[in-house]
C-alpha cells in the first residue's frame, strides 16, 4: 500500500512482468514519490485500476495516466464522470461479474456498498495464487465474502471505531453516514468478515483505510489478533497500512 486512509489512496500489485496501480487517491507527484520510495519506476507501469470516483483515489489519475500514456480500467458507469479528465484512448471499461486479463494477472471487479457511483472491489489470479481488496464499503455482503474467499492475501478496510466515532468530533450527519451501509467499515466489522475468509492458505491480512479521527492502528489490531485467537486454521501476517508513507511489501511464494 502506498497509502491508505481518508486523505488519499492508491497500492501496488506486482506479479512476474505485471505492475498495475490500485486507485491513484495522492496527486502525480506524491504518487511518484512513493513509488520511487519502494523502488518501482512509474514509467514501468502497466495500467491503473479504479474502484470508485471519490477526490481520495483518484486525484492524480488523470495527470499520472497521461504522463506515463497508461491504460485506466474503470467500471462502464464512471466513464461519463471521469470523462473530461481522462483522455480517450486510455480508458477500459469493464463490466463486474466478467474476468478480464492484465499482462498475465485475471482481474475480476465486484459490486460493494458505498455513496459512490459505481464502487467495486477486486480479485487478482496471479502466480502466486488469489488476492483480493476490498475498501469502502458499508457493509460486507455476502457477494463481497464469496468473492474474497480463497484468498492468500487481502486487503479489508477497517476504518473506524464505533465507540471513537460515536463520542468524537464528527457532526451527526457524517457519524451517520460513515456508520451506514454504504459507509464505512468499522473493525468489528472487519473483523467478522476476516473471521469468514479464514482458510490454511491464508497469508496475509492488510487492514486498510484506517481513519485518522476515529479509529487508532492498536484498536483494529486487537480487533483481528482476537478473531485470530479464536482458530488453528492459519497464522496470516497481519500489516497495517498507514496514510503517511508506503507499507512494507506483502510478498508471496
Same mark, same amino acid.
Not at 89 to 100: A, D, Q
Not at 149 to 158: D, K, M, P
Given at each position: 500500500?502506498?497509502?491508505?486512509?481518508?486523505?488519499?489512496?492508491?497500492?501496488? /500489485?506486482?506479479?512476474?512482468?505485471?505492475?498495475?496501480?490500485?486507485?491513484?487517491?495522492?496527486?502525480?507527484?506524491?504518487?511518484?514519490?512513493?513509488?520511487?520510495?519502494?523502488?518501482?519506476?512509474?514509467?514501468?507501469?502497466?495500467? #491503473? /485500476?479504479?474502484?470508485?470516483?471519490?477526490?481520495?483515489? @483518484?486525484?492524480? /489519475?488523470?495527470? /499520472?495516466?497521461?504522463?506515463?500514456?497508461?491504460?485506466?480500467?474503470?467500471?462502464?458507469?464512471?466513464?461519463?464522470?471521469? &470523462?473530461?479528465?481522462?483522455?480517450?484512448?486510455? @480508458?477500459?471499461?469493464?463490466?463486474?461479474?466478467?474476468?478480464?486479463?492484465?499482462?498475465?494477472?485475471?482481474?475480476?471487479?465486484?459490486?460493494?456498498?458505498?455513496?459512490?457511483?459505481?464502487?467495486?472491489?477486486?480479485?487478482?489470479?496471479?502466480?502466486?495464487?488469489?488476492?483480493?481488496?476490498?475498501?469502502?464499503?458499508?457493509?460486507?455482503?455476502? #457477494? @463481497?465474502?464469496?468473492?474474497? #474467499?480463497?484468498?492468500?492475501?487481502?486487503?479489508?478496510?477497517?476504518?473506524?471505531?464505533?465507540?471513537?466515532?460515536?463520542?468524537?468530533?464528527?457532526?451527526?450527519?457524517?457519524?451517520?453516514?460513515?456508520?451506514?451501509?454504504?459507509?464505512?467499515?468499522?473493525?468489528?466489522?472487519?473483523?467478522?468478515?476476516?473471521?469468514?475468509?479464514?482458510?490454511?492458505?491464508?497469508?496475509?491480512?492488510?487492514?486498510?483505510?484506517?481513519?485518522?479521527?476515529?479509529?487508532?492502528? &492498536?484498536?483494529?489490531?486487537?480487533?483481528?489478533?482476537?478473531?485470530?485467537?479464536?482458530?488453528?486454521?492459519? &497464522?496470516?501476517?497481519?500489516?497495517? &497500512?498507514?496514510?503517511?508513507?508506503?507499507?512494507?511489501?506483502?510478498?508471496?511464494?
Amino acid at each position: 500500500m502506498l497509502a491508505s486512509g481518508s486523505k488519499g489512496n492508491a497500492a501496488l /500489485l506486482e506479479s512476474g512482468s505485471c505492475r498495475l496501480l490500485i486507485d491513484a487517491g495522492l496527486s502525480a507527484r506524491q504518487l511518484c514519490r512513493r513509488m520511487q520510495a519502494v523502488d518501482i519506476d512509474p514509467a514501468s507501469l502497466t495500467g #491503473l /485500476l479504479v474502484s470508485h470516483e471519490h477526490v481520495d483515489h @483518484v486525484r492524480g /489519475l488523470a495527470t /499520472l495516466a497521461r504522463r506515463y500514456n497508461l491504460p485506466v480500467y474503470l467500471h462502464s458507469p464512471l466513464t461519463s464522470f471521469l &470523462a473530461e479528465r481522462l483522455c480517450p484512448t486510455l @480508458v477500459n471499461e469493464f463490466e463486474t461479474g466478467r474476468c478480464w486479463q492484465i499482462a498475465g494477472i485475471e482481474v475480476e471487479a465486484f459490486p460493494v456498498t458505498h455513496d459512490a457511483v459505481s464502487p467495486v472491489g477486486f480479485t487478482f489470479r496471479t502466480e502466486a495464487g488469489k488476492l483480493g481488496m476490498a475498501t469502502d464499503l458499508g457493509i460486507a455482503t455476502r #457477494l @463481497v465474502e464469496q468473492h474474497l #474467499l480463497g484468498c492468500r492475501a487481502v486487503v479489508i478496510e477497517s476504518n473506524h471505531d464505533e465507540t471513537m466515532l460515536r463520542d468524537g468530533p464528527y457532526p451527526w450527519p457524517l457519524k451517520q453516514r460513515v456508520k451506514s451501509s454504504h459507509g464505512h467499515l468499522s473493525n468489528d466489522a472487519a473483523g467478522r468478515l476476516i473471521d469468514r475468509l479464514l482458510w490454511d492458505g491464508l497469508e496475509s491480512l492488510v487492514l486498510a483505510h484506517l481513519s485518522e479521527t476515529n479509529n487508532l492502528p &492498536a484498536l483494529a489490531g486487537q480487533t483481528v489478533a482476537r478473531v485470530l485467537a479464536t482458530q488453528n486454521l492459519c &497464522a496470516p501476517r497481519v500489516v497495517i &497500512a498507514r496514510q503517511e508513507a508506503p507499507t512494507d511489501w506483502v510478498e508471496l511464494t
